[in-house]
């Protein structure tokens, strides 16, 4: 019987040896806000990153990484599922909507149910309700390897702030880099200011890179680099403006290297390392990709395909992103990429590009850029940014990388235009966008039910998704020919339809006596966007009086779209002295909106010349942010 005993133990060690083989340990360096344009290896002869450059060398570059939302709190939410944002309700920027915790799991529960040990330093931001960020991990400490059991595979994630959007604030003078060495991109003026924010956040990613040499530095001390691997990127992409919060490359297209130790060859994406990888790849695909490399068990809600390692998927044709609010500003947008095109299909096309956000413009290059704009010096190409939007857009990446030469009109292209624009509408239908109605009606729906937007978005009697991207295409052809159809969409028992009849009604302009008269019920509808863009349809056909009166009861009422009100107040250049008392009486602490209101409220008077009332304090300038 002892050599039964010693067989077994035998067999034992071996499997245990061969399971620790299929499980390497991973350590995850994550920088913030940064796109491939800050990097030496990928280009930018300009860039002060050598430990990122090694890296490349000693493992694998890709050319092709791209984030699916353009600002942290969605990003991370759709990693930490492995389901994108649009589809679970937590795209809006810090919205912290609930999932269902009972049927999604996050990433590193089915780690830890692998026998790993989970770590992850400093940020998480996950935007999700129901479920404390730090109870998914084992530690949030920096090279939290020591405190594993002997043995025990590791997940480490470490998060580097050095190169995030607050560290282009402030000053730009005294840095390091010559804002004469610039290089600016085409949609930038060629304005002091701004090359002098340029410089100052190639120091950031600068420092930023010298933290990751500290971190490759302690793993190797540690005696873990031969068996750990090891992955760089960024959140998204970024910082200067017209990246973060954007769909275009400046904002989504990201550095994604990779280093595998000699023993993990068969992982290899490529022969050798130092060559660069073309594949597609999007951030929704990680979750499920570092599963797979650890041998954990992927659960079917995952979307986004495995790119690397021996179960890698079949490379796919074209990416998505997207965006809705970004802090207190609305816009919806959704994008497909191939390798060459990038298509973007603008769903609130009558909201700027250039919207004030209270935080991007604490940047120097924002504020200079607004002042060359207000005072004619860009031309058509630097001064697009502050104006309205097309419908659609369409960019070749290869020859035009800054994305300012517009396809979608062109007849040559029209055959790839079509194409995108239909894998866009299947990915919504297959992914169930929940992003087709606003964000107050979908909260307010998914309450009524007593479900979560996640479940509300996947039932098609709650949530009919067919009909609503056939209403808001109608809406956004901006065609008189089909006027009735969205007269018809007004009657409609749903406020989804009727939202998309009225944003349709509203893009045709001033309207007449038959528009007017079918849009009186929505100035009182139960939807409060369709309230708010209902009174601007007739503000700008001169009912000015009663677009007022409605925008200004729904201020006084404090509804839950107020914040959408306030916008509506500023993108319709509307004549602020009537609500002057109503926005300097307005207390909005305790709403979970509150700060962006507040925002919105301070714009409103520095914008227009309204004085804030005597004793009033300046909104959340003596209090600590939380980053964006």
Known sequence: MNWIKALLVCCFLITGSAQAAEQPNILWIVCEDSSIDWFGCYGNKYAKTPNVDAL????????????????????????????????????????????PHDLIKYYPDYLRSAGYFVANHTKTDFNIAGRLDGNCWDSNKANAWDLRKPGQPFFQILNFNESHESKAHGAVTNTRHSPNDIILRKYHPDEKGIRM?????????????IEVGKALAALDKAGLANDTIVIF????????????????????????????????????????????????????????????????????????????????QQEPEYVFSFRERMDERFDNQRAVRSKQFLYIKNFMPYAPWGQHVDYLWKMEATKVWEDAYKNKRTNEITGRFFNTKPVEELYDMQTDPDNVVNLADKPEHRETLLTMRGKLKEWQLAIRDAGLLPEFELNERAAQNKTTIYQMAQNEKLYDLPAYLDAADLALAKNSINKPKLLELLQSKDSGLRYWGTVGLFMLGKADDETLKALEPMLMDSCGEVVGLAAWTFMQSGQVEKANSVLAEQLKNRVPSVLFVLNVLDLSKADIKPFVQLINSMVVTGRPMAEYEQRMIEHLRVSNNIEAPKGLEKPTKAKAKKKE
């Open 197 to 209: 924010t340029y410089a100052k956040y190639h120091d950031a990613v600068e420092n930023m890179d």
């Open 233 to 312: 990127n960024s959140d998204h992409g970024g910082v200067m403006p017209r990246s973060k919060r954007f769909l275009y490359n400046s904002g989504l297209h990201c550095p994604l290297i990779v280093r595998m130790p000699e023993k993990y060859k068969h992982l290899w994406p490529g022969k050798s390392p130092g060559e660069t990888v073309d594949r597609l790849v999007s951030f929704v695909d990680m979750p499920k990709t570092w599963l797979s490399l650890a041998n954990a068990e992927i659960p079917p809600a995952m979307q986004g395909k495995i790119f690397l390692g021996t179960k890698a």
């Open 56 to 99: 490349a060398k000693q493992g694998f570059r890709y050319k092709n990484a791209y984030a699916c939302v353009p600002v942290c709190a969605p990003s991370r939410s759709t990693w930490i599922t492995g389901i994108n944002a649009a589809s679970t309700g937590t795209l809006p920027m810090r919205s912290r909507n609930m999932l």
